[in-house]
């Protein structure tokens, strides 16, 4: 079966603490995206790419990094920098910029 | 600057009655718009979506109306049922710089009572 998938579910850190998200897709979808929700915010761009070695940063990129060494996985790091990294993260992908975006089922980050 | 609005944060209808659900944009370089609907510690699930071009798309239950002039869109669902219950995104995309990225609305929560 065809996929984006995000782990894990649930990740707790201490605060000061790097850690990286991980979202693979095997749908060969060129572009992939991050996405941070927070209660009555919606959903917020925080990085995207449309290829492989290339992304651009969304609205909210500070305090995070990604990387896009292959097509199928875009991992998102959530560093010490962010000032409030609590929340419920999102990737998504699609076929190129230009199609709807299919999404993966999300990790909840709780930094304590 | 919220470009994609949905100020209605909840809705409650009663199973089998229309469920209508509201967007507003402020770039009239959208062109094109969608909605996704997303249940508790899920990902969102694209729904339906219209092209800037169009005035209406309809898929099965579900109906969006596209009013350019206003910049406003609407999701339509008839007959509501109570597995319509979850949180309804819309949400516009415009290509800018060679980019196609999403802009998402607060969401609106629907209830549906049985």
């Known amino acids: 079966d065809g996929g984006i998938t995000q782990s894990p579910k649930y990740l707790f850190r201490k605060e000061g603490q790097n850690v990286t998200l991980s979202c693979e897709q095997n749908?060969?979808?060129?572009?992939m995206y991050w996405y941070r929700q927070d209660p009555g915010q919606g959903l917020r761009l925080i990085y995207y790419?449309?290829?492989?070695?290339?992304?651009q940063k969304g609205d909210i990129a500070e305090g995070y990094s990604v990387s896009r060494e292959k097509k199928e996985s875009f991992p998102l790091t959530v560093t010490s920098a962010q000032k409030n990294p609590t929340a419920f993260y999102l990737c998504?992908?699609?076929?190129?910029?230009?199609?709807?975006?299919?999404f993966g089922q999300g990790t909840r980050l709780t930094v304590v | 600057d919220q470009q994609v609005k949905q100020n209605s944060p909840s809705l409650s209808v009663q199973e089998g009655r229309i469920s209508i659900l509201n967007c507003d944009y402020t770039?009239?370089?959208?062109?094109?718009f969608l909605w996704y609907k997303k249940y508790p510690a899920e990902g969102p699930t694209f729904l339906i979506s219209?092209?800037?071009?169009?005035d209406k798309n309809e898929d099965g239950r579900f109906t969006v109306f596209l009013n350019k002039s206003a910049k406003h869109l609407s999701l339509h669902i008839v007959p509501s049922q109570p597995g319509d219950s979850a949180v309804y995104f819309c949400?516009?995309?415009?290509?800018?710089?060679?980019?196609?990225?999403?802009?998402f609305g607060q969401g609106t929560t629907l209830q549906v009572k049985p």
């Open positions: 998504a992908s699609s076929i190129r910029d230009t199609d709807e975006a299919f």
């Open positions: 749908l060969n979808h060129d572009a």
């Open positions: 790419s449309q290829i492989v070695n290339d992304f």
């Open positions: 770039n009239s370089m959208f062109d094109y």
């Open positions: 219209i092209s800037s071009i169009k």
């Open positions: 949400a516009a995309r415009f290509f800018s710089s060679n980019t196609g990225k999403l802009i």
